[in-house]
DNA sequence: CGGACAAGCTGA
DNA sequence: CAGCTTGTCCGG
């Protein structure tokens, strides 16, 4: 099949609302934003120059993220041709020197300031258009500017772009008819789409699909897939950069351009297209505040754009299938990329044997490599007195301490340390009532006859031995291994019970991970999911390969509950967090709960609402944290 | 943000 | 009233 003509761009109708950009940043006092294009780089005319008293000017943002203000600097002649809109230069800001970005070109200056020469030209920074983008992120998760550029520049300075390669380099062959490339192109077409992919489905012909429109933008959650699939671009005679290593070629454009999370920012100009792969991943937003997620930026940027956005994923968070229609495939490919799930009822277990049914015991005398998943650390989680049966807390802060190691009880809220003594009756034996991780090591191996391995977040690979047939580990096991033949979730109830609204999703999102490390259920993959809730949504889904039960119930029940993606949600938290919500008082739309704990949520029917309000309030001195989309309330 | 400078507190 | 802390303002 020849591959398809690139479309012409900016022909989308992207149904999404025309949000009036917001009120953009502060801009000091007689200087009003922007007024001419910013690009003009043409050399003012020699005869013109004497004319002109003042030389050209230039608006920059200073890269102090407490300081959300734009100053004004004169372009001294010898920096003239080296400084454009984005530039990442240095500045004299109250007698000292600090980066900053150049946001606006040839700027009508305030009256009656004298104008500092911009002090350096580092290098090169982000294109025009991710500089009007972070003012937006900014807006969108109330922070700022200056933080999300930092994201979109270079670690070290660019002095030189590499050239840009030919664009005449035809469009990769799509492999072969294929289903994927199918939906991709549709996808493709439709502007803003979800193509659900099973888990052990090949994303590839996805990004084929779309680098036969141009360079592409691909971010993923993790590294080492979006780099091997980079590669096969590159192979396949692409010219691709891979990020953050390859920022230059990226920002010389022409280059299809891959990364993780923070490759939203790119600085690649034009992209024809952009792919979010595994955009369920909670790993595509950002920890730190302001906490923006990489498909919600990348959608806002391909909107900007008029080029289409897909994203792809074997669970589709609802937030995507909110931005957009869905597009699957047909029930036999998509079954055949989940693995064979089993789940084993264990309402009817006798409680000592809780976490080791018989199935679990027929694979682990099997042959298999077995990868067992329990989500604690530890001997155990919950320890009781053997005599008086009182849960042992913690004397101090009254949380749940754990067992350790022999000899002593830990207290993981404030830290405190004691021996093994019950506070309640003096006794010195404690039981588990929950056992973690590494208890369950010994009693796994006192099942199988034969070593087995631990592995957490932080023990590595190398406590074990490399060679165990048998892994024992948090959910961490499933980031760090990359193949087994089973993995059994020993008590899939702690995920789906978890007091996280986003339990559900999170739940099917770990059994993707696994599902992955034992690969579609023609290659004889198997999940194994020990659950006193075999009928429930998520157990329901993995069984069935069909993810939308997930979707549809969890839609209706945050529908009900008013949660996210229904509403749009913020924590505010932080010593000063008092304060801004003072200040913040109680705009109509937006609902005030709290404090708990010493942190405010906010919530309000849309962003729009949320983020219009939030941007009102001037940040109070000292620590305030916001927390827009909270992943946990 | 971090420096400058002003307004308040302490000690003899 | 010097010497120091704390607070508020501002930077081009």
């Known amino acids: 099949m020849a591959a398809r003509p690139p479309r012409d761009q900016g022909s989308f109708d992207f149904g999404a609302p025309d949000r009036p950009d917001p009120v953009g940043p502060e801009v000091a006092p007689g200087a009003e934003a922007d007024p001419s294009s910013s690009t003009a780089e043409e050399p003012e005319a020699a005869w013109a120059a004497p004319i002109v008293p003042l030389g050209r000017v230039v608006r920059v943002r200073p890269d102090e993220p407490g300081l959300d203000k734009l100053f004004d600097y004169a372009v001294p002649a010898a920096l003239d041709d080296q400084v454009r809109v984005g530039s990442v230069v240095r500045i004299a800001l109250a007698g000292r020197r600090v980066g900053g970005w150049v946001v606006a070109d040839d700027v009508e200056p305030p009256h009656g300031v004298e104008l500092q020469p911009l002090a350096k030209v580092t290098g090169w920074g982000p294109p025009p258009e991710l500089l009007e983008l972070a003012d937006w992120a900014a807006w969108r998760w109330a922070g700022r500017p200056a933080s999300v550029l930092r994201t979109a520049t270079a670690g070290h300075a660019v002095r030189t772009l590499p050239r840009a390669p030919r664009p005449s380099v035809p469009p990769p062959a799509p492999v072969a008819p294929d289903e994927v490339h199918d939906l991709a192109a ?64 990226a920002r010389a454009g022409a280059s299809s351009v891959f990364g993780t999370r923070a490759a939203a920012w790119a600085p690649v100009p034009r992209p024809a297209a952009i792919v979010v792969l595994d955009e369920h991943d909670e790993s595509l937003q950002q920890e730190q505040a302001p906490t923006w997620h990489a498909r919600d930026v990348l959608v806002e940027r391909a909107r900007r754009l008029g080029v289409p956005c897909v994203m792809v994923s074997p669970t589709p968070s609802l937030e995507a299938l909110e931005l957009g229609p869905l597009l699957t495939p047909s029930r036999a490919a998509e079954r055949a990329g989940w693995p064979l799930v089993e789940a084993v009822d264990r309402r009817g277990a006798p409680p000592g044997e809780g976490l080791f049914s018989e199935r679990l015991v027929l694979a682990l005398r099997s042959d298999a490599r077995v990868v067992c998943i329990l989500n604690r650390k530890g001997r155990s989680r919950l320890t009781s007195c053997a005599n008086c049966n009182e849960v042992a807390t913690c004397e101090r802060c009254q949380a749940a301490v754990v067992q350790a190691e022999e ?183 937006v609902e005030v709960l709290g404090p708990a704990d010493g942190r405010w949520l906010l919530r309000a029917p849309d962003h729009d609402t949320l983020c219009a309000a939030m941007a009102t309030v001037a940040r109070p001195p000292g620590r305030v944290r916001v927390e827009v989309d909270p992943l946990r309330l």
């Open 407 to 589: 000899g002593a009880l830990a207290c993981l809220r404030c830290g405190t340390v004691r021996p093994v003594v019950c506070t309640h009756c003096g006794a010195t034996r404690m039981k588990n009532l929950r056992a973690g991780v590494s208890r369950v090591r010994e009693e796994l191996e006192a099942l199988a006859r034969e070593p087995v391995a631990e592995l957490t977040a932080d023990s590595d690979l190398g406590a074990g031995g490399p060679g165990t047939r048998i892994v024992v580990g948090t959910e961490a096991a499933l980031h760090q291994l990359d193949a087994a033949d089973v993995v059994a979730f020993l008590d899939l109830d702690q995920e789906l019970l978890a007091p996280r609204y986003r339990a559900a999703e999170e739940a099917l999102g770990l059994l993707v991970r696994a599902a992955r490390l034992v690969g579609g259920r023609t290659g004889g993959g198997r999940l194994l999911l020990q659950t006193r809730q075999p009928r429930h949504e998520v157990v329901q889904a993995a069984v069935m390969a069909d993810p939308a039960r997930v979707a549809t119930a969890e839609a209706d029940r945050r529908r009900e509950l008013a949660y996210p993606p229904a509403t749009a949600m913020a924590v505010v938290s932080g010593p000063s967090a008092p304060a801004w919500l003072e200040a913040f008082g109680t705009p109509s739309g």
């Open 186 to 249: 549709e996808a493709l077409a439709a502007g803003v789409a979800t193509v659900r992919l099973p888990p052990a489905a090949d994303p590839y012909p996805v990004l084929v699909a779309a680098a036969a429109l141009g360079p592409v933008l691909v971010v993923g959650p993790v590294a080492s897939t979006v780099r091997r699939l980079g590669l096969r671009l590159r192979r396949a005679g692409q010219s691709v950069a891979l990020m953050p290593d390859d920022w230059a070629t």
